[in-house]
């Protein structure tokens, strides 16, 4: 089954989620440690990526699986000036194997392409790493796809927590 992925962005009032270390936990109205962090649009992410120099323009956070598989899930961690690596696939159709969390190598098929004259072609990955995004921008004509991704060892993994219960700095003794 798919679960969609959420974004989100550091904010002060009234966070849903606070990010302490790798753990984010849920919250209520206020994060008495860490960052408070609001949902936003998925699609809005693209607003926080420079596209045309691979970098990241605000702190985000990607939960690979929210809704019903948010519990015990985990997520990537996006700090601004972090590098990333882009690849936009363009197609009158295009189906993509790949999803949020996933691993990629370089030249790896990651989905398929339907062009405007009938052609079917195999859409391989110019990037290595983690898939950290994949934006469908469903606006355009054609169908449009920005896939971010991380290379693995650049990489911030945060757990997502059920409660708020042992989300705590973890303090010098």
């Given at each position: 089954m798919?679960?969609?992925?959420a974004v989100l962005i550091p904010c002060s009032s009234n966070p849903r989620w606070c990010l302490v270390e790798d753990q984010l936990c849920p919250s209520k109205d206020s994060?008495?440690?860490?960052v408070?962090?609001?949902?936003?649009?998925?699609?809005?992410?693209?607003n926080r990526v420079d596209l045309s120099n691979?970098?990241?323009?605000?702190?985000?956070?990607?939960?690979?699986?929210?809704?019903?598989?948010?519990r015990g899930s985990s997520g990537i961690?996006?700090?601004?000036?972090?590098?990333?690596?882009?690849q936009e696939v363009s197609s009158a159709y295009a189906y993509l194997t790949k999803k949020e969390g996933d691993a990629v190598?370089?030249?790896?098929?990651?989905?398929?392409?339907?062009?405007?004259?009938?052609?079917?072609?195999?859409?391989k990955s110019v990037c290595e790493g983690i898939i950290t995004l994949i934006i469908n921008i469903t606006?355009?004509?054609?169908?449009?796809?920005?896939i971010v991704v991380v290379k693995e060892d650049e990489l911030r993994r945060i757990?997502?927590?059920?409660?708020?219960?042992?989300?705590?700095?973890?303090?010098?003794?």
């Amino acid at each position: 089954m798919y679960y969609f992925p959420a974004v989100l962005i550091p904010c002060s009032s009234n966070p849903r989620w606070c990010l302490v270390e790798d753990q984010l936990c849920p919250s209520k109205d206020s994060c008495t440690e860490g960052v408070g962090f609001c949902l936003v649009e998925y699609e809005s992410a693209l607003n926080r990526v420079d596209l045309s120099n691979g970098l990241i323009l605000e702190d985000m956070v990607v939960i690979e699986k929210y809704g019903a598989g948010t519990r015990g899930s985990s997520g990537i961690y996006l700090k601004k000036g972090d590098r990333v690596c882009l690849q936009e696939v363009s197609s009158a159709y295009a189906y993509l194997t790949k999803k949020e969390g996933d691993a990629v190598k370089q030249g790896e098929r990651i989905g398929f392409m339907l062009s405007v004259k009938g052609a079917v072609r195999t859409v391989k990955s110019v990037c290595e790493g983690i898939i950290t995004l994949i934006i469908n921008i469903t606006w355009e004509v054609p169908e449009k796809y920005i896939i971010v991704v991380v290379k693995e060892d650049e990489l911030r993994r945060i757990h997502v927590r059920e409660d708020k219960g042992g989300c705590v700095k973890e303090r010098a003794g």
